[in-house]
């Protein structure tokens, strides 16, 4: 056959390990302040304590019922009961426990039980992943934390670090890298499918005004009071001390620079997971923002970004752009549809792949030359994961296994949104030293690698 070539367009407890650990597994160290208990069987129920209940905690909650769920951790118990019952699954959850004890603050519930908990998983927004993850890794239980890991760079490395350093099992919440699209995704390159990808495409099309004020209410209306339900000092958190206001601490906090990482920050972990793991691209050298106004403070409608990475051995350098909020990517071939929620595309040498959003439903482009390779496809190497990241994460904890987007692997994926959210801040192309932690070309956006403000006191961190 010939070749076609394409161009892209311009633990209060540590479970005994009584299992043979696989290739690849955590060799755990132990600390003194939580010993193995070899009393307590390998398969008896996680106890774990959730701390944020609405948005994807309800998804933590449904997920995690098979174990025991010993606290609840909200700043708002009023508006996160309401949550879970608004939802016929979550509801049906949380009336499996209800021994749980309720928490407004973390660090009281810590004091109160620590010697309870074995593991927490983390579902509150981006500004404070970081305290709440240091707190939980120097209390060396496991740790599972919604994506991107944390706000920024800085953060994502001390975390990163702490997370080895603890020997706990950590997962980060990109569902995705324990779906069956990514295994294919990285199955398919590898086997040379496409042959050498050069080129990759991804993007998410969602327009919300969580993502932009530009896109909701006035930022700078007045003052409001908290609803009686809501410990606002403990939702500010680490953050820098400001008047109540609803579309801050509900629903918009991503669209703030002080608080989350825009869509890039809440997207870009989820549509650029394949081509990092298929391509094992490394950290970028640098990346280029173009948006539309951007507000102080907050984040833009709309943007696009043009990432380089190195050639890794035979393979060849390779050009990642991101579009979102209402920009979108040339047509690979004629006809394609772009959902909406995103995805990425693959150019090779030899050929196009496409993913769909959470590097779901791999597939050869055109539809006819899937066809033609349909019955000739490469053989399923990459063991699978039944019952998405929660259940992998539970299990790794039982086996003393990796999860496929522990903090180790998590981190450079983190990292690469979290450049390009540093970029569009900046508003200027970024070059990137990855070992060194430094901005290159611009001493003056080296201050958006870091958290920007002083930590308020009293968090730990």
Known sequence: MKTRTFAAPSSRREFLQTSALAAGSLLFTRGSAQVADPAKPVNARLQIALLGVGGRGKAALTALQGEQIVAFCDVDHVRGREELA????SSAALARFPEAKWFHDYRVMFEEMA??????AVSVPDFMHYAIG????????????????CRCITEVRALRTAAASAGVVTQMGNQGRAAEGIRLAREWVQAGLIGRVHTVHAWNNTV??????????DPDAADETPPPSLRYDLWQGVAPERPYRKIRSHGSWRGYVDYGTGRLGDWACHQLDAAVYALDLGA???????TTALPPGTFPVSSSLDYTFAARGENPPVRIRWFDGGILPPQPVPGFKFNDAGGSIFYGDKGIMTVGSHSANARLLPDARMAELRASLPPKTIPRIVG?????????IRAGTRCGSDFQNAAPLAEIALLGVAAIRAHSRLEWDAAAGRVTNSPTAQRFIGP?????????V
């Open 86 to 89: 608004a939802n016929r699954i």
């Open 134 to 149: 240091m707190t939980v890794l120097r209390q060396r239980k496991h740790l599972f934390m919604e994506k991107p890991l």
């Open 452 to 460: 920007g403000y002083d930590y308020r006191p009293g968090w730990g």
């Open 115 to 120: 010697d309870q908990i074995d593991a927490v």
């Open 284 to 290: 970028p050298l640098s990346v280029e923002p173009a």
């Open 208 to 217: 919300s005004s969580s993502y932009s004020l530009a896109l909701g209410p």
């Open 388 to 396: 998405g990241p929660h259940v992998e994460w539970v299990n790794a």
